[in-house]
């Protein structure tokens, strides 16, 4: 294996098992949230802290140094929002749109549905 390979390959299973909080947020506070800016195609890997399944189709994204960058999927990832957790692979330092996410499963088989992101819409009034 290549050097560049095998960086790529351990940046790859690096950015496997992302966990997330499922949360979905009542109405009055789904109303509070507003975008904060254009969207964006990418985010930097190494400053979220955090992250949220809202739905099968939303993803908060919670960043060092406070800001938010919610993720709606262009369609419904079956089991999203009922395992929490989802798994990415990517040879950058970055997430971007056109990477796939992976539902990870409780069991009995461990890889679920795997569905495209969205942009990157930063967002303010997001519970913490």
């Not at 949230?33 to 994204?61: H, M, W, Y």
């Not at 495209?116 to 519970?127: D, M, N, S």
């Amino acid at each position: 294996m290549s050097r560049m390979s095998a960086g790529a390959a351990a940046l790859m299973l690096a950015a496997i098992g992302m966990t997330a909080d499922a949360r979905p947020l009542k109405p009055e506070q789904e109303a509070k949230i507003k975008p904060a800016g254009p969207a964006e195609n990418c985010i930097q890997l190494r400053s979220i802290r955090n992250t949220r399944v809202r739905d099968d189709r939303t993803i908060d994204f919670y960043m060092n140094g406070g800001k938010v960058y919610r993720n709606v999927l262009p369609q419904s990832c079956p089991g999203l929002g009922f395992e929490e957790r989802f798994a990415y692979a990517t040879s950058l330092s970055q997430l971007c749109s056109v990477d796939i996410i992976t539902v990870l499963n409780s069991s009995p088989v461990p890889q679920g549905a795997s569905c495209g992101l969205g942009k990157f819409q930063p967002i303010t009034g997001a519970p913490k």
